[in-house]
């Protein structure tokens, strides 16, 4: 079982920055890949960054050069940097992790309860 919390969204500015954090709650699960995916209204779940535990990463077009994901294995949490944002950059924002449950030798992957970006003037 495997339960993700993200904080620190909010409302900024055109150009502003945010950090997001995700602390992954995780029993018996390997976490092999950590990251975000997006979803604006209307808007299909997209993906924005991931990083495998050995630190590849793989990004969405639209956000290279300006998020950078990171991850801290011993705590098992993953971040996300978002530096230069723009209006269409306005989304909720889930954490997500894929991995090998222990217990049953099965992969899945697990989200979290979405934390809400507004890019606003």
């Known amino acids: 079982q495997v339960q993700l919390v993200e904080s620190g969204g909010g409302l900024v500015q055109p150009g502003g920055s945010l950090r997001l954090s995700c602390a992954a709650s995780?029993?018996?699960?390997?976490?092999?890949?950590m990251g975000w995916y997006r979803q604006a209204p209307g808007k299909e779940r997209e993906l924005v960054a991931t990083?495998?535990?050995?630190?590849?990463?793989n990004y969405a077009d639209s956000v290279k050069g300006r998020f950078t994901v990171s991850r801290d294995n011993a705590k098992n949490a993953v971040y996300l940097q978002l530096n230069s944002l723009a209006l269409e950059d306005t989304a909720v924002y889930y954490c997500?992790?894929?991995?090998?449950?222990?217990?049953?030798?099965?992969?899945?992957?697990?989200w979290g309860q979405g934390t809400q970006v507004t890019v606003s003037s």
């Open positions: 997500y992790c894929y991995g090998e449950d222990a217990r049953t030798l099965s992969w899945r992957n697990y």
């Open positions: 995780a029993t018996s699960f390997s976490l092999n890949v």
């Open positions: 990083m495998t535990r050995g630190g590849n990463t």
